[in-house]
């Protein structure tokens, strides 16, 4: 009996030890090889909603290499920097073992990585975006060249006109990503992206996008902090596009088009019913918005084509930078009635027209009531010769 109760003594720490060892986290192990930064402290951060904490440090050795390992009990995301301006953001999952290589001392134009399918395709998409950024700063040299050219104002609408396509490339670059992706991490940072410093696309510009994101991650990854807040500001989306859709009913075809009434560029006010008996486009937009101004490039050839028969456009801006909102329509030859909101879509008029997004058009014939919303340009114009 005493022998039993011996072995038992024995083997109970041992299996206390096997029972957390069960239940313990699985650790995440780095090897890596940065062979442009030998003896290079570098530290991992975790990125959670509010708060980056440090988790650990390690140090290359004279070769650029390094090991490191930490625990991880649930996927999520994490940088590896050196200082904020070279680091690489990772997405990892508990157990993973992977491998970075990097050549040269800058690692976000270098890395490599191997063993994480989240941060592979997270890389992906980053060196993706970093070949677009080479092409806009490209374009900055020859901005920068160009200022003494007499012809900078065309140069200038030519360089634009380049970024545009740029941006479009990488907006629909963000898009097909995370409709392919949907299941996966890397996802929730792409899609909140901006290119430089303009959003790409929104909840309110893509708002089937982000809900199918959310339904798909919050059921794969409930516990993830990122994707919990992320569901819950996918709650209010909801929330919003009902409310938005509610208003949508009281300005709709056939119904009369609610008043607007806002400064121009000299600051006289001017009534959107000043505009009764013309053909009038509602027109809102804005300086900043990549869409908005390659829509105004598009605006001017039916503007000029249908403004002596009775077609006008009424623009609305809801820039907040009044400098930047005049030097833009004109630089884009937007010669048509111009008027500025500066509280941008929180505005009441926003709210009236239920515009979650920009570019927003509202046709409205001579009668004052609405004759369609949001029609493609190819629709805009056939609707226009059908109402002059």
């Not at 995301?77 to 990097?102: D, M, R």
């Not at 996966?184 to 303009?198: K, Q, T």
């Not at 807040?229 to 509610?246: G, V």
Request: proline share 5%.
């Amino acid at each position: 009996m005493k022998f039993n109760s011996l072995i038992f003594v024995i083997l109970f720490p041992l299996l206390l030890v096997q029972g957390c060892n069960s239940l313990s986290t699985d650790d995440v192990s780095i090897h890596g090889t940065f062979t442009g930064l030998p003896d290079t402290k570098f530290y991992i951060y975790q990125l959670l909603p509010d708060s980056k904490p440090l988790i650990d440090s390690v140090r290359t050795d004279a070769s650029g290499n390094f090991e490191i390992s930490f625990p991880v009990n649930k996927a999520g995301y994490y940088t590896l920097a050196q200082n904020p301006e070279n680091e690489i953001t990772l997405v990892v999952s508990p157990g993973e073992k992977l491998t970075l290589t990097s050549k040269g001392n800058t690692l976000r134009n270098t890395y490599t990585v191997e063993g994480s399918k989240d941060s592979k395709l997270y890389l992906e998409y980053h060196t993706f975006t970093i070949s677009n950024l080479n092409k806009v700063d490209s374009l900055s040299r020859i901005f920068a060249e160009s200022r003494s050219n007499p012809d900078f104002i065309e140069v200038k609408r030519q360089l634009d006109s380049a970024y545009i396509e740029i941006f479009n490339d990488q907006k629909n670059k963000v898009v097909s990503f995370v409709a392919q992706y949907p299941n996966s991490l890397a996802s929730l940072l792409i899609i909140s992206n901006n290119f430089g410093p303009n959003p790409l696309i929104s909840e309110q510009s893509h708002p089937e996008l982000f809900l199918k994101l959310d339904s798909t991650l919050f059921s794969a990854y409930p516990e993830n902090s990122l994707v919990n807040t992320f569901h819950l500001r996918m709650l209010d989306l909801k929330a919003e596009i009902a409310d938005a859709q509610m208003l949508a009913n009281l300005v709709k075809p056939g119904t009369p088009a609610p008043e607007i009434a806002l400064p121009d560029a000299a600051g006289k006010e001017t009534k959107l019913s000043s505009l009764r008996g013309k053909l009038t486009l509602v027109y809102f937009w804005s300086s900043w918005n990549a869409p908005s101004r390659q829509n105004n490039m598009y605006l001017n050839g039916i503007y000029n084509k249908y403004h002596e028969r009775g077609f006008e456009i009424y623009a609305v801006s809801i820039d907040s930078d009044a400098d930047l909102w005049k030097k833009s329509y004109l630089l884009d030859k937007a010669y048509w009635v111009q008027v500025n909101d500066p509280k941008g879509l929180e505005s009441d008029y926003c709210r009236t027209y239920a515009v979650m997004v920009i570019p927003k058009m509202i046709l409205i014939g001579r009668d004052g009531n609405i004759i369609a919303r949001d029609p493609a340009f190819g629709e805009l114009e056939a609707l226009i010769k059908k109402n002059l």
